[in-house]
Each structure stands twice: as C-alpha cells, then as structure tokens.
C-alpha cells in the first residue's frame, strides 16, 4: 500500500461516499511518539486527503482481543497530529480540525455478527440518533464477513486480501496482483543473492580460489537470466523488469 494510486482507490473502495479525489501517503510504517516514557504506536500506513481528513490503515491477522483499545491509542495519536496541523495552528479555530479515521483490515471478525464492515463513531447514549460530529471514526473490515452488506468492489478487495483470489472484471485488484507478484520476487531475488554471496564467502574460507572469478560470474549471470525469463513469462514489461533488478540489486551489474 505504499502507492499512492493504490492507497488512493483502497480507501474510495472503503469510503465510497466520500468523493475522495486523491490520498497522499505522508509515510508508510509510521510511529508516533510523544515522549521518550511513552510506549507509542505505529501505523502501516499514514496518509491525508481533501487536506481536511487524516487517516491511519492497519492490516491485523492475529486476533488479540485488543482491537477497540488499540483504536482509541490511534485516535488519541491522530488527534495530536491534527492539533498540529498548519490549519489549525493558523487559524485557531477548532473547528478547522481534519476528521480522523482509524482503519482496520482483518482476516477475522472482531465482533462476530458476520458484517464485512463495522463502522463506529460517537453518539449519545440518552438521544437516539443524536451524534457529536467531533470527526473521529474508526473503521473495522472484515474478509471473512458473510453479510451482503458492502460494495462488489470493496468484497474484491476483501477477498483479494484473505484469499488472494483475483477478479478478471476488477483491474484494481489486477492492478494488486502484478504488485504482489513484483514484491514478492523481489524479496526472493534478494534472499538468493544473498545466498550466492555466502556460498562464495564459503568457497573463499576453503581456500577454493582458482576459478572463482569465472564461477562467480558465471553463477550470477545464470540466476539473472533465469530471474528476467520467470518475469518475462508473466507478461512484465521490460520497464517494470528493469524496477525489479534495479531496486534489487542497487549498482551491482551483471554481464549478459
């Protein structure tokens, strides 16, 4: 989700009445902290949009029964950072304040009524139906919901998520396919490599110097060249195959 066109539809999918024009992604893995005595919390990702609304996102797949106490730490996190904010600072106004939302993206039902999406804010307890409108909401999907009860676009995602089942009619979620696929081999590049380079380490320590140079390179070239054949037969462009390798391997080239 550290995309910002991705970050961007995910949220409209979860927000549908919202018009959401873009997110901004302020940064992924986000930790707030107020003092060096206080625990914090950390965010997977920390983001804005319509300059008035910010917004945390956080996927859980272990259930820890902690949930409802955890979102109240993120709203109390978010709040400091909106009375920070430069609209409220230069204008003074609490009125000026951005809505907060605190999502939460399950591969379990936190309540257990089946729902897809659990949405809360504040109400009074004596008057039905009146509400604070204090802007804070904390959001809680579920991909195991069997309710009919959100969009077929939102069920995608939410299926995507828990099961990583695709849909041929969604290109969002196509669209988060080729990503995950891109990241995975990423990572499994990295881990190889790694690999190699203790193996040589190893074969340094023996004393196994002759050839070395030669194997070496040779070594590197053929997982290269299978690594770019695996990406070219699913479908990868050249461009996005040159991401790959470059963001995996920094500076270190290969001859072909």
């Known amino acids: 989700m550290n995309n910002e066109e991705v970050c961007t539809e995910m949220i409209r999918r979860i927000l549908p009445d919202m018009d959401i024009r873009k997110v901004k992604i302020i940064q992924a893995q986000k930790s707030e902290r107020e003092t060096f005595d206080t ?4 965010f997977d990702i920390f983001s804005k949009f319509d300059n008035r609304k910010l917004a945390v996102c ?45 999502i939460f993206i399950c591969t379990f039902d936190p309540f257990g009524y089946g729902r897809h999406i659990y949405t809360f804010y504040n109400t009074c307890k004596e008057e039905s139906g009146l509400n604070l409108n204090d802007g804070a909401y904390t959001i809680f999907l579920n991909a195991r919901g069997i309710l009919d ?7 995608a995602f939410l299926d995507f998520f828990m099961t990583g089942k695709t849909s041929e009619e969604d290109s969002f979620i196509k669209k988060l396919e080729k990503l995950l696929y891109i990241a995975k081999q990423n990572a499994d590049w990295r881990s190889k490599y790694m690999l190699l380079l203790m193996r040589e380490q190893e074969l340094i320590g023996e004393g196994r110097t002759e050839g070395r140079a030669e194997g070496r390179t040779e070594g590197r070239n053929e997982m290269f060249n299978s690594f ?5 037969a699913r479908g990868m462009t050249q461009e996005e195959i040159n991401q790959i390798t470059n963001s995996a391997l920094g500076k270190i080239s290969f001859t072909q």
Not at 39 to 42: A, K, M
Request: no cysteine.
């Open 39 to 42: 625990r914090g919390v950390r």
């Open 58 to 102: 956080e996927a859980q797949t272990m259930n820890k029964k902690d949930l409802a106490r955890r979102s109240h730490a993120y709203q109390i996190a978010l709040g400091l950072k909106a009375l920070s904010s430069d609209i409220l600072v230069k204008s003074g106004n609490y009125n000026n304040l951005p809505d907060t939302f605190v």
């Open 149 to 155: 009860d959100i969009s077929k676009e939102l069920r």
């Open 228 to 232: 770019v054949s695996s990406m070219k």
